[in-house]
């Protein structure tokens, strides 16, 4: 018999294992799945809860409601993975052997990787909403804010779900006008990307997002620490950007079990072939969900996809065949925009965001890079399609590999043609990520206990260049920045997945 042990009880996890407990007997194979408690959080609606959409009931179940019978559920810490004896040790003291091990624990933010961002503002004016304890946190502060300086802000990518700053960004910009504050209030969105959007024809779909919002936009923003006492975020390239209130997602990072096993990169995540989720080190270790080096958005919709594959390939393994199954990268996203509309984005690692349908040609019925209430009521609806559907492990009418069709498919998207870089499928294995040239080394964590070391910044790094005035907006200098918020790009794109 063989033996499955699932790091990890989230949606990739929970999926894997009601998939393959439907196919085999408990005589043909143990289940093994392994997490810290019995709470199972739907993720995407911490976004909601800051402004009173979501509360904590409507997105924390119980693992043990989701986890089929015949697969042993294990609650306690993860001390390390031994690959080479294929055995993983629990805090508790016990051990667990494994044939196949798959790690799907994620990642998860990590304040104390930034200088001041736990000072003494910690909880106070600055809040992330990556967490449940942080979206509860973030949900008083909106209560009680009443106007000021409102800054939206990412430490680095890569972080999981990379549109929900920016969808953060949509519903405050909403919210405080419907609290009729938004005159009041200098919203400012902060990124360390070389525009506020990535992709061609996205960029030119979302181009008066901002525009039309009226959001100050700080890119090429590489922190170095904040600033408690002033308020400030503090850049290496010495700009200062003052808050009230500050809206961060700190540094996404795998658990730090990956590093004590010596599995992973310097995030922490485990490098794995981009069609099979394989570890590149150790061919018997998958990765799921968010804690690998897939390049693509670390998304609900990836997790969900990629965990298709695998247990398709499993499952040809187990009986003796070839396993012939690849992930092409598909990643399907909606994104809140406010106002009760939303927009739908669907990839892979070779086709970038098109306009059109989807899933279907024609009828749709939701609508591609278009705000639209359908979309947005799409966006709703999958919290029950979570539950119900998706993690039980029930068929979703939703093709795996990304599909043409319905999609108004352009032929000139070139970098010549955009100025942008075009997207490529990446080769297997992948190469390790680069560090920006223009931005310094990220700091190294060391586990238990953390020690982070400030870099220095890059040496001759260009400065931010300016871009095209928004219309009809009175231009203005961005509270304790060189930089104007009316300056957007003109050609916004889509966030770096």
């Known amino acids: 018999m063989q033996r499955l042990v699932i790091l990890g009880g989230g949606t990739a996890g929970t999926v894997v294992a009601n998939k393959l407990r439907a196919v085999l007997g408990r005589h043909e194979l143990h289940i093994t799945v392994v997490d810290r408690d019995d709470a199972h959080h739907y993720q995407p609606g911490y976004l909601f809860m800051p402004f009173g959409i979501y509360n904590t009931s409507d997105i924390v179940r119980s693992r043990h409601k989701f986890i089929t019978d015949g697969v042993d559920l294990v609650l306690t810490e993860i001390d390390r993975v031994d690959p080479t004896y294929k055995t993983v040790h629990l805090a508790d003291g016990r051990t667990l052997s494994y044939d196949v091990l798959v790690v799907a624990t994620g990642v998860a933010p990590r304040p104390d990787a930034t200088p001041g961002m736990q000072g003494s503002e910690w909880g106070n004016s600055i809040h992330e909403f990556y967490s449940l304890d942080g979206a509860q946190k973030l949900t008083e502060a909106m209560r009680r804010f009443r106007g000021g300086r409102l800054v939206v802000h990412i430490t680095e990518m890569p972080i999981k779900c990379p549109v929900a700053p920016m969808e953060f960004t949509f519903l405050a910009d909403d919210w405080l006008r419907k609290h009729r504050i938004r005159d009041r209030t200098d919203l400012t969105y902060v990124t360390p990307l070389d525009g506020a959007f990535t992709k061609p024809v996205a960029s030119r779909e979302l181009a008066t997002a901002l525009t039309d919002r009226q959001v100050g936009l700080e890119t090429d923003f590489a922190v170095e620490s904040i600033d408690n006492d002033a308020k400030e975020l503090v850049g290496f390239d010495g700009r200062r950007i003052g808050f009230d209130l500050l809206v961060t997602v700190p540094l996404n990072m795998g658990p730090d079990y990956i590093a004590r096993s010596g599995m992973g990169d310097e995030l922490n995540l ?36 990629s965990a298709e594959v695998f247990v398709a390939n499993f499952l040809a393994t187990f009986r003796g065949q070839p396993a012939t199954h690849g992930f092409d990268g598909h990643a399907n996203c909606f994104i809140e925009s406010g106002n009760g509309k939303g927009m739908l984005l669907d990839f892979n690692y070779a086709t970038e965001p098109f306009t059109g349908e989807f899933p279907l040609p024609v009828v749709g019925p ?7 209430r359908l979309n947005h009521l799409g966006k709703l609806a999958f919290r029950w399609v979570y539950w119900n559907l998706l993690l039980p492990g029930r068929p979703i009418p939703l093709p795996g590999a990304m599909s043409l069709a319905g999609k108004r498919v352009e032929d000139d998207v070139s970098a010549a043609a955009t100025g942008m870089p075009t997207a490529v499928a990446p080769a297997s294995p992948t190469p390790t990520r680069p560090a920006p040239v223009t931005k310094p080394a990220r700091p190294r964590l060391e586990t238990k206990p953390l020690v982070t070391t400030s870099a220095k910044p890059a040496a001759g790094a ?19 920045s060189t930089a104007d918020p009316a300056v957007i790009l003109p050609d916004p794109i889509i966030p770096k997945f």
Do not use: I, W
């Open 462 to 480: 260009p400065a931010r260049k300016a871009g095209a005035p928004v219309p009809a907006y009175e231009s203005r200098t961005a509270v304790n």
């Open 270 to 305: 485990v490098p794995c072939d981009q069609h099979t989720m394989a570890s590149l080190a150790h061919p018997d270790v998958f990765v799921l969900g968010d804690g690998g080096t897939l390049q693509t958005s670390k998304a609900g919709s990836v997790a969900h996809f």
């Open 366 to 372: 939701f609508k591609l890079l278009k705000e639209t």
